[in-house]
Antibody
Framework: QVQLQESGPGLVKPSETLSLTCAVSGYSISSDHYWAWIRQPPGKGLEWIGEINHSGNTNYNPSLQGRVTISADKSKNRFSLKLTSVTAADTAVYSC?????????????WGQGTRVTVSS | EIVLTQSPATLSLSPGERATLSCRASQSVSSFLAWYQQKPGQAPRLLIYDTSNRATGIPARFSGSGSGTDFTLTISSLEPEDFAVYYCQQRSGWPFFGGGTRVELK
């Protein structure tokens, strides 16, 4: 069974960098698929942040381009998110998920999500 | 970029009733779509992928259909645990989600 678990600080100060890690068990991130970050601001819908694939290639939401970096540590089977220069608008529940491409692209496994608040 | 519009925003129904949720894409970029269910305090759960395929462990009362720009999620007979928010999703360049439909107890 594939499992994903987010970890990281729940409070980040404005202008600082948000850093989260997603530990994956039950599947090697080096094998296949995409490994994504998705966020949900309070009371709002879902927003894709970006992804890294099994080869280490990354894609990012253009609205966040320049502030976001996703990397992978294959030896520990985990991947990470860094979002710089955060503001209150970045307050959200951040989830990691596995992206899978068949006829269409979808997310078949999700972490529980971790709440991050941007506040001084 | 595509916009996925879900309707209605809220659906008020009773257990045992049929729920029909709509997702309309602003342009036809794919004939396929995914649906997710989200309950309060939980991550979304994949229900349907590639428009009509149920994900592992999803009951048969959930079904998906559609093509082009119009897609539908149908719950044939609502169970108490089905009251939740439902999202549709496609990828055009990058993944997009609809705004969600809340299925609430009438």
């Amino acid at each position: 069974q594939v499992q994903l678990q987010e970890s990281g600080p729940g409070l980040v100060k404005p202008s600082e960098t948000l850093s989260l890690t997603c530990a994956v068990s039950g599947y090697s991130i080096s094998s296949d698929h995409y490994w994504a970050w998705i966020r949900q601001p309070p009371g709002k819908g879902l927003e894709w942040i970006g992804e890294i694939n099994h080869s280490g290639n990354t894609n990012y939401n253009p609205s966040l381009q320049g502030r976001v970096t996703i990397s992978a540590d294959k030896s520990k089977n985990r991947f990470s998110l860094k979002l710089t220069s955060v503001t209150a608008a970045d307050t959200a529940v951040y989830s990691c998920a596995r992206g899978r491409l068949t006829a269409e692209y979808y997310f078949d496994y999700w972490g529980q999500g971790t709440r991050v608040t941007v506040s001084s | 970029e595509i916009v996925l519009t879900q309707s209605p925003a809220t659906l008020s129904l009773s257990p045992g009733e049929r729920a029909t949720l709509s997702c309309r894409a602003s342009q036809s970029v794919s004939s396929f779509l995914a649906w997710y269910q989200q309950k309060p305090g939980q991550a979304p759960r994949l229900l349907i992928y590639d428009t009509s395929n149920r994900a592992t462990g999803i009951p048969a009362r959930f079904s998906g259909s559609g093509s082009g720009t119009d897609f539908t999620l149908t719950i044939s007979s609502l169970e108490p645990e089905d009251f939740a928010v439902y999202y549709c999703q496609q990828r055009s360049g990058w993944p997009f989600f609809g705004g969600g439909t809340r299925v609430e107890l009438k």
